[in-house]
């Protein structure tokens, strides 16, 4: 079993940046493949971004490419999500997910533990 606990939301302007986290509980999180998704009112949740158990290998939606970074630290079971250059449409509530299937998916429903969300509106 994974909990997951998504912190650092918040409101920004346009052009700001925001880190999001995600700390793990569990004694598999370094086994984890990781992902962020996101759902903005009104939308279907999509994918953000994927990172591999280790660290190595990451996968990005391609309007968040160049703009957003995932990174993890296994030493302090966490996830993070850089974002930079926020745009209005960014404004969503913010996803942390684990799935234990070693590779990366873009499928929410290939993730198997997700976290409750912290919500990041950008202003213009």
């Known amino acids: 079993q994974v909990q997951l606990v998504e912190s650092g939301g918040g409101l920004v302007l346009a052009g700001d940046s925001l880190r999001l986290s995600c700390a793990a509980s569990g004694r598999t999180f370094s086994r984890n493949f990781m992902g962020w998704f996101r759902q903005a009112p009104g939308k279907d949740r999509e994918f953000v971004a994927g990172?591999?158990?280790?660290?190595?290998?990451?996968d990005y939606a391609d309007s968040m490419k160049g703009r957003f970074t995932i990174s993890r630290d296994n030493a302090k079971s966490t996830v993070y999500l850089q974002m930079n250059s926020l745009k209005p449409e960014d404004t969503a509530v913010y996803y942390c997910?684990?799935?234990?299937?070693?590779?990366?998916?873009?499928?929410?429903?290939?993730?198997?533990?997700w976290g409750q969300g912290t919500q990041v509106i950008v202003s213009s």
């Open positions: 997910a684990a799935r234990t299937i070693s590779y990366i998916s873009r499928r929410s429903n290939d993730y198997d533990f």
């Open positions: 990172i591999s158990s280790g660290g190595v290998n990451t």
